[in-house]
């Protein structure tokens, strides 16, 4: 009996084992689709002062460098490794929270659970929207397989004078959608230059890092604005115009608008659409 | 171990078989399910019986017992110490456990809830629900178990699960376990499952066996020798599907172990030996190295005198059943500190060591000594004296050939990098029937940077070293009524500072408690941070029942765990808490 089961337990665990030899990573996908794609929006929760952070921001890079432009990217920075430093300090006392990032952190609790996080167009996995992002990449490669079910098209103007943007949203629904949607429009600013704090690195504190596609503000406030009423049917189609004005600190060449659309009850994003203001 | 001690005498001396009528009375006893469901869901706690009207005798259907714990928590804003506003005001979280069982028959569940969470814990943990089920099933060596469940291998090296709500801890296993004891002295488990998370299942199914062999009571002639011996091997294996674009990532991720405890009169060895196959994860930045864990304990113990010495290595040890899980979630398997457990406040909560599963190499002994009762510094009923030493380095690190594959390290190097020293002396002295003290000293030394935020390439706190001394008073005023003081401080010219402490409790038998705790961060260099943390608690106990109510400020708190950080925020406010078991 004792032989037996000590047989039994070699052969079934040895079975139980996978062992990698390298190469250690796939082959980057070519991206050759025309017409409408779908496109995942990847919201990264961060703060300034959170020394693992930067490694979220890495793992979008890794992404991007994959699927290109079907990826869009939001940086969030939100709760205690956010909080600004008080003013007159050396370091991290510029404040990147903004009150539409405060109210998704609200809704998903992405402060409270520990930073890095955050949502591949707020898709339930193991049952939370929120991942760890070394989870992003397979959620990313999941949700690519399908079709789009709309089409999201931003067109910005912008006036240097005024420093407003005006911007018209325009969807096609591609798939019957069941429930009700909203449409959110969100200003991104790429490439800040500010402290973050980075335990890959000695120092920590690094006064040049490159805080990228920063999310800056909505132009239709916090949860968005409705988008028909009830189920969305293929044929269907919206055109929304939103405008906002630029904080004179933020560089207008490096801003975008983010627009995507959402199911109001499960919260998950159907499409997403980037576009810069000045092109 | 404890319990499956406890298991391995009920599975050999108090394994009854079932009687012959023994299966019409289960039949009855499932069609009376839905009533009893109804009774379970009223808190019905007692032995239920029912008439059988043809016999006229009653019939045992069964026990139920279980146990609730209610707490609540009344948040202010408090912005000296840094308490958020609370926009719920009130929090709480709540279970109850109930298990019914009947011969050998055992089942059982849990409901929780998180209405909403408190602060500090996991905001996944959202809502209300039923978030463990099982039947169980006993009958001549072989046991089954359906549902959700909790196991440990030896020392849990490659496999334990557990549940800890008070830190918000539930990695149980859900799924099917058997476990078999073909004759005495050798026992079997196999178990598949996925873990809890949340209200959850992990993404990764989790197989895994453990066969455990106690010579003595395999061979007849060695029971009751003063050799002892026992050993145990097992294995586990880890499917989580592979769906990375990135990343060629093992689907199945195998770990082993081997475990071994001789025993010789008052000596006593332990030792287990674990190894992990290639497991890229968040928790080791995606490396392709294997792992190994390494536990030696040696212990001998008589009458007034004890000594124990342990060593230990890790290596890349951190097992989950996600591999893109962090902090407490989904842990397969339990890595446990080999530093003494403290329990005074400012040795347990400023600077408390935790497992580094990425890499520590760890040496502990501990020397007791009972001063005899009579003698000049015994007294008239002896003195207790007991020094404890513990030294945490990290492993060796050197670069690999390949990046993937991590890095290189030599077994048995040491590395430079201190983690963690703790060498202290406990007095404890009974002076007369009435007065018993205990005085303690320890000196520590902390790597914050690692040990709290896992930052290994940088300096910003270095090693936080300092001093405590506890004096913990007992004084029985009278048959009903004691007091307990304790005097604590943690002297340190790095970090917060100095920290002084005092507790005062008065327990009025047999129902109730009162006690003030003052922690003041007297040392702070920012004098303005030089708080007062007060918390008065008042405690009422009857029987199994317990109502505690305490008010007073919490200090905030960072953990990190796999490279992701939790802020614990401080509080200011009145928590409640109820609890009861029948």
Redesign the interface.
């Known amino acids: ?2 032989k037996l ?2 047989i ?3 052969v ?3 079975a ?5 030899e ?5 082959k980057p ?1 070519g991206s050759n689709d025309t017409g409408a794609v779908r496109k995942v929006l990847i919201e990264d929760y961060t703060g300034q002062k ?3 952070c930067p ?1 979220a921001a890495e793992a979008i890079d ?2 991007k460098a ?1 699927y290109g432009d079907k990826i869009v990217a939001m940086g969030i920075h939100v ?3 956010a909080d600004p430093n008080p003013s007159g300090s050396a370091t991290f006392t510029y404040d990147f929270r903004t009150p539409v990032g405060n109210y998704w952190d609200n809704e998903f ?1 992405n ?7 955050g949502m591949v167009n707020r898709k339930v996995v ?3 929207a ?6 992003w ?2 959620t ?3 949700i690519l397989t399908a079709e789009p079910d709309a089409e999201i098209a931003v067109t910005n103007t912008y006036s240097a004078g005024t420093r407003q943007v005006n911007t018209t949203v325009d969807i096609d629904i591609l798939d019957d959608l069941p429930g009700n949607y909203m449409l959110c429009v969100y200003l991104t600013e790429d490439s800040i230059v500010n402290w973050q704090k980075d ?6 504190d690094i006064d040049t890092y490159v805080h990228r596609h920063v999310l800056r503000g909505s132009l239709n406030g916090n949860a968005g604005t409705a988008v028909g009423t009830g189920a969305l049917a293929p044929g269907n189609t919206f055109n929304q115009q939103f405008s906002m004005t630029l904080d004179p600190t933020w560089v207008a060449g490096h801003c975008a608008v983010v627009a995507f659309l959402y199911n109001t009850a499960t919260k998950e994003i159907v499409q997403v659409e980037e576009k810069k203001i000045i092109q | 171990m404890r319990e499956s001690l406890k298991r391995r005498v009920k599975n050999t001396a108090n394994h009854q078989p079932p009687t012959a009528n023994y299966s019409p009375y289960l039949q009855k006893s499932f069609a009376l399910k839905k009533t009893l469901l109804s009774l379970l869901l009223l808190g019905a706690t007692t032995m239920l019986f029912a008439q059988q009207d043809t016999a006229k005798k009653s019939i045992d259907l069964g026990q139920i017992h279980g146990n609730f714990q209610f707490d609540f928590q009344y948040y202010n804003p408090d912005s000296l110490i840094g308490a958020p506003v609370v926009p719920e005001k009130i929090r709480s979280n709540g279970f109850l456990n109930l298990f019914y069982t009947r011969g050998n028959f055992t089942a059982g569940v849990r409901l929780e809830s998180y209405m909403p969470v408190l602060q500090g814990f ?3 943990y959202k809502g209300i629900g039923i978030a463990n089920r099982f039947a169980s099933y006993e009958y001549q060596g072989l046991e089954i178990t359906a549902g959700n469940f909790y196991e440990q291998f030896g020392t849990g090296t490659v496999l334990r699960s557990y549940w800890e709500p008070n830190l918000g801890v539930d990695n149980s296993f859900d799924g099917i376990r058997v476990k078999f004891t ?2 005495a002295g ?1 026992y ?1 488990k196999v178990l598949i499952a996925r873990q809890r ?7 990764g199914i989790v ?1 895994a ?1 453990d ?1 455990e ?1 106690n010579f003595n009571e395999l061979i007849s002639k060695w029971d009751g020798k003063k050799f002892k011996l026992t050993a145990g ?1 097992s ?3 880890i ?1 989580q599907k592979d ?12 770990a ?1 172990a081997g475990r071994i405890n001789i025993g010789y009169g008052k000596f006593n060895l332990y030792s287990e030996y674990s190894y992990k ?2 497991d ?3 928790v080791n930045g ?1 490396i ?1 190295r294997p792992g190994q864990a390494l536990l030696i304990q040696a212990s001998y113990s008589q009458k007034g005198f004890g000594i124990l010495m342990g060593v230990k290595r890790l290596d890349n040890m951190d097992y989950r059943s ?6 407490t979630n989904l842990t397969t398997n339990f890595l446990p500190a080999l530093t003494k457990q403290h329990t005074y406040n400012l040795a347990a909560t400023i600077y408390p060591y935790g497992t580094q599963p990425n890499g520590e190499m760890a040496a502990q002994g501990e020397i007791s000594y009972k001063i005899k009762k009579g003698s000049k510094l015994g007294g008239k009923y002896g003195t207790d004296l007991s020094l404890n030493f513990s030294a945490v380095n990290d492993i060796e690190r050197t670069a690999a050939d ?1 990046d ?1 594959f991590g890095y290189r390290s030599d077994f048995l190097a040491v590395s430079k990098t201190r983690l963690f020293r703790d060498i202290n002396l406990e007095i404890n002295h009974k002076w007369n029937k009435n007065l018993k003290t205990n005085l303690m000293y320890m000196y520590f030394e902390y790597n914050k940077d690692i040990v709290q ?6 300096v ?1 706190y270095g090693i936080v070293k300092g001093h405590i001394v506890v004096l913990d008073i007992n004084y029985k005023i009278s048959k009903k009524t004691a007091l307990h003081a304790e005097l604590q401080n943690l002297y340190t010219k790095q970090d917060f500072g100095s920290w002084a402490m005092a507790l005062v409790e008065l327990s009025v038998a047999p129902n109730w408690f009162f006690s003030v705790i003052d922690q003041y961060n007297y040392g702070n260099y920012d004098k303005n941070q030089r708080i007062h943390y007060v918390t008065g608690t008042v405690t009422y106990i009857r029987g199994p029942h317990r109502i505690m109510a305490t008010y007073g400020r919490q200090r905030a708190g ?1 953990f ?1 765990v796999g ?5 614990v ?1 401080a509080s200011n406010g009145l928590t409640v808490s109820v609890s009861t078991s029948f």
Do not use: H, W
Request: hydrophobic fraction near 35%.
């Open positions: 009996m004792k089961f000590s039994l337990l070699v079934a665990l040895f139980g084992c996978d062992k990698i390298g190469p250690y990573s796939e996908q959170c020394g693992n490694r890794a992404i994959i709760g205690f490794f609790q402060s409270g659970i520990g930073l890095p996080n193991n049952g939370n929120v991942q760890s992002y070394s989870n990449a397979t990313v490669a999941q335990y890959a690195l000695n120092p920590n | 996991d905001p996944r073909p004759r050798i079997t998370t949340f209200f959850d299942r992990s993404p197989r066996a066969g062999v091997v294995g586990v294996s499917y769906e990375d674009p990135i990343y060629i990532l093992p689907e199945n991720m195998a082993f196959l290639n890229p994860s968040a995606y392709y996600d591999r893109t899980a962090t902090l390949n993937t935020f896992q930052n290994y390439n940088a910003v960072i990190c490279g992701v950080c939790r802020n925020p």
